[in-house]
């Protein structure tokens, strides 16, 4: 029986991952994470172009009708000129947290954990890579005013999480191999944060993760 809708969800934080699990091709998995970044609601010329920019209109098209086709049903509908994703997506509430945290509102440690993974890392296509740049920006800058206003409250345990997962996120390595750095914030640093970083640290692999490369997608040139 197909799950309802309420309870389908695409994860696209530390990689792509589905809930309830099903077995998606090459041509599905990129549909899906492209809608959930996109979407939910996404126009499915400017999906196919996007998706399959090296061809013809025509074929792109084509592409979109065999992936559809290929996703398990439901997942992402079919209207008029539009595709619709029929799933929650963990990066819309990611946003929502680092938007809060921006704010100064109150943010638990379970929603810190939502930002401590950038957006779909491993993929190189074009569509996304403004996407994971504006995301990798949002979270830090929101880490940190987490750290800085968990500490000046005494929540001392969540503001060390938040200056950790900031700190070793900070720096990513961005696609042509160079140290990527975050914009600097105007605010001052959080106290809880390292003043130095270890090289070769990483962040916790996202539980969402089932496989981060999506087939297909180019790999990072070595030049």
Known sequence: ???????????????????PPERLSGAGRRLLAYAAVKGPRVN??????????????????????????QLPRRWVRADGPDLEL???VDLGEARRVADQALADAEVGAEEVEMLKHDLLPGWYESWVLDEQDQFHLHRIQALEAVCRTASAAGAYTLATGAGLAEWTGASPISRNG??????????????????????????PASPWTTSPVAPGSPRPSST
Do not use: Q
């Open 1 to 19: 029986m197909t799950s309802s809708n309420g309870s389908r969800r695409v994860g696209v934080l530390g990689g792509l991952g589905i809930r």
């Open 44 to 69: 499915r010329l400017l999906t196919g172009t996007d998706l399959w920019p090296e061809l013809t209109e025509a074929r792109a098209r084509a592409n979109v009708r065999r992936a559809l086709w």
């Open 86 to 88: 029929a799933a929650s």
């Open 178 to 203: 160079a140290i990527r750095s975050s914009k600097p914030s105007t605010a001052s640093p959080c106290p809880a944060t390292p003043r130095s970083r270890p090289s070769g640290r990483l962040a």
